[in-house]
């Protein structure tokens, strides 16, 4: 499979380079989002491409958007990415890119958890409760909440950790209304999410959200939604609490990167061997077939 570390789109103004995603200006009030097959781990990009990760991550982005659109409007625009580029850089596009409403971001991350687990479950370890929400005395890693709970964390430079925040400090920030239809809003995709993907055999243990308002105040989702970058995908059939689950998600690199105990999970990367990008990209189009019953778009 071929792969794009990263797209070249010199008929758009580039607006910036993510993690993952490469963005580009589309007149004034639209924005061309290429997803390439770069991966972040810890916050820090690593030097190899997983081929055709962004592909898999476009498509079930996709899938979502159109499954959960009517809980709340997302940032698509129905516009074929391929009209917008030259036709010498249209492979650069198809299958990985989208173009959105250019939307003002809320700078705050939507994080929601059904599952103790991760950063959770290390800040359970220590405090008895995750984010300042306190939990039940007695769970084990990896064991299912009573109900989701919503931890945001406030989105860091580039770089930088997010930063958990209480949902206080959320309202400080965005006001009260905003900071509750967020929550809301977030608790309700991942509870539709997770209903459906219990159907497919996959238990959605985490995800987050991003959202961004236009200039009526109309919030939006954004971003990407529910992918094996956002979330942690487990096989139900394989559950069971007390440790971490096997995921179809890029667990399967940090539990690597966890092995090298000179690296300090700051950049520069360390370099991938090649299994473990194979097996990384496996893991994403699995995912993307047991979600979506469907196989990887040409």
Known sequence: MTSLYQSEIPSLPLLGRGKVRDNYAVGDDQILIVTTDRLSAFDVVMNEAIPAKGRVLNQMSNFWFEKLAAIVPNHLTGVT????????????????????????????EAVVRGYLIGSGWKDYQATGAVCGIALPTGLR???????????????????????????????????????????DVSIKLYQAAADYAATRGIIIADTKFEF???????????DEVLTADSSRFWPADSY???SSPPSFDKQFVRDYLETLTAWTKTAPAPNLPADVIEKTGAKYREALERLTGGTLED
Not at 82 to 107: C, F, N, T
Not at 159 to 182: C, P, T, V, W, Y
């Open 212 to 222: 961004g308002l236009d200039a009526d105040g109309t919030m939006y989702l954004m």
């Open 240 to 242: 069971a609490p007390g």
């Open 81 to 108: 990415p391929e009209s917008v580029v030259q036709a010498s850089e249209i492979d650069q596009v198809r299958g990985r890119a989208v173009v959105a409403k250019r939307l003002q971001p809320i700078m705050v």
């Open 141 to 183: 890693q990896a064991d299912k909440l009573v109900e989701p709970i919503f931890t945001p964390a406030a989105k860091a430079e580039a770089g930088e950790h997010d930063e958990n925040i209480s949902f206080a400090d959320m309202e400080q920030r965005l006001g009260a209304g905003l900071a509750a239809k967020m929550r």
